[in-house]
Nanobody
Framework: VQLQASGGGLVQAGESLRLSCVAS????????MGWYRQTPGKQREFVAG???????DYADSVKGRFTISRDNAKNTVWLHMISLEPEDTAVYYC??????????????WGQGTLVTVSS
C-alpha cells in the first residue's frame, strides 16, 4: 500500500485546512483509514479514523472541529480541519490498516504533511 498525503501548510489560528490522502496498491474499501499526528519529542497520536464499515472516530481534542471522510471510488480520505489552534501544529500522517481500531501503531503510513498554525 502506498499513501500520498497532501494539503498541509501554514495558517493562522481560527483558519481551516483540508488534508488529502490517496491510496494505491491494495483494495481500499476493506481497509480502515486514519489520520495521526506527531510533534517533536512526542509519540504519534490518533486524530481521526474512518473504518471500512463507515464508523467515524475522533480524538477528544479535535471533536467538533475536524471531520474525516472517505471516497472508496477515489481511494481517497480527507481530513477537514476548522478552527485550527496552535496546538494542532504537527506533522499529520495518513494511515491504512486492516484492523478497525486505532490504539496501535500498525498498518501503512504516508510520508506526512506539516500543518503549522500560528497564533
Amino acid at each position: 500500500v502506498q499513501l500520498q498525503a497532501s494539503g498541509g501548510g501554514l495558517v493562522q489560528a481560527g483558519e481551516s485546512l483540508r488534508l488529502s490522502c490517496v491510496a494505491s496498491g491494495s483494495p481500499f474499501s476493506n481497509r480502515a483509514m486514519g489520520w495521526y499526528r506527531q510533534t517533536p519529542g512526542k509519540q504519534r497520536e490518533f486524530v481521526a479514523g474512518a473504518t471500512s464499515g463507515g464508523r467515524l472516530d475522533y480524538a477528544d481534542s479535535v471533536k467538533g472541529r475536524f471531520t474525516i471522510s472517505r471516497d472508496n471510488a477515489k481511494n481517497t480520505v480527507w481530513l477537514h480541519m476548522i478552527s485550527l489552534e496552535p496546538e494542532d501544529t504537527a506533522v499529520y500522517y495518513c494511515n491504512s490498516r486492516l484492523t478497525q481500531h486505532w490504539n496501535t501503531q500498525t498498518g501503512y503510513w504516508g510520508q506526512g504533511t506539516l500543518v503549522t498554525v500560528s497564533s
